[in-house]
């Protein structure tokens, strides 16, 4: 069956450092992998994606994930981190129906 | 640019009482679905519908009922409150092979 692991519930980092969120999936299949990050109180925003080619993809607010079908991994980084990144981000792998299967979810705490 | 659209945003029920959460796109995506976020857990899948006239269960549809008669509109239908129903629901949309589109969210206590 599919599945998403985000092993890091809680993550905390220090302002202007670097950042690495965990991900991965069990999919029989090349899937669609999806970053997603929920603000306090808000819905959820999408990331960046991946579909196929290039494994290093770009998102929003300087984001970017990278592809290892050898690892089953789609791990998130962002080179530094501002205080307004603190957030809930959410990995989802999808099917080609359109159905997303989310991990747990890692919280990601900014000290100043 | 409506985008997804939940009523109501906060709702409180009594046990066994039933409602229906509403859900409307205005993107003409045909996939849609609805997953409840509970602290821990991620997000888990409901009901979802690939097409008007068509649905199907997901990860935890106990207690709950959907139907699709148009492409715009999937709502979700609590059919006897209970305790455990406790959680913020969200609805999504999307077209198959790219990414969902989520609704606000509705948080809902059962009490």
């Known amino acids: 069956a599919q599945s998403v692991t985000q092993p890091d519930i809680h993550i905390t980092v220090s302002e202007g450092a670097s950042l690495e969120l965990r991900c991965n999936y069990s999919?029989?299949?090349?899937?669609?992998l999806f970053w997603y990050v929920q603000s306090p109180g808000q819905g959820l925003q999408l990331l960046l994606k991946y579909f196929s080619g290039d494994t290093l993809v770009q998102g929003i607010k300087g984001f970017e994930a990278e592809f290892k079908r050898s690892q089953s991994s789609f791990n998130l980084r962002k080179p530094s981190v501002h205080w307004s990144d603190a957030a809930e981000y959410f990995c989802?792998?999808?099917?080609?129906?359109?159905?997303?299967?989310f991990g747990q979810g890692t919280t990601l705490q900014v000290k100043p | 640019n409506a985008g997804v659209t939940q009523t109501p945003k906060f709702q409180v029920l009594k046990t066994g009482q039933s409602m229906t959460l509403q859900c409307a796109q205005d993107m003409n995506h045909e996939y849609m679905s609805w997953y409840r976020q509970d602290p821990g857990m991620g997000l888990r899948l409901i009901h979802y519908?690939?097409?008007?006239?068509?649905?199907d269960q997901g990860e935890v549809p106990n207690g709950y009922n959907v139907s699709r008669s148009t492409t715009e509109d999937f709502p979700l239908r609590l059919l006897s409150a209970a305790p455990s129903q406790t959680s913020v629901y969200f609805c999504?949309?999307?077209?198959?092979?790219?990414?969902?589109?989520f609704g606000q969210g509705t948080r809902l206590t059962v009490v």
């Open positions: 519908s690939v097409g008007a006239g068509i649905t």
């Open positions: 989802a792998v999808g099917e080609s129906t359109g159905k997303l299967i």
């Open positions: 999919y029989g299949a090349t899937p669609y």
């Open positions: 999504a949309s999307g077209r198959a092979g790219t990414e969902a589109f």
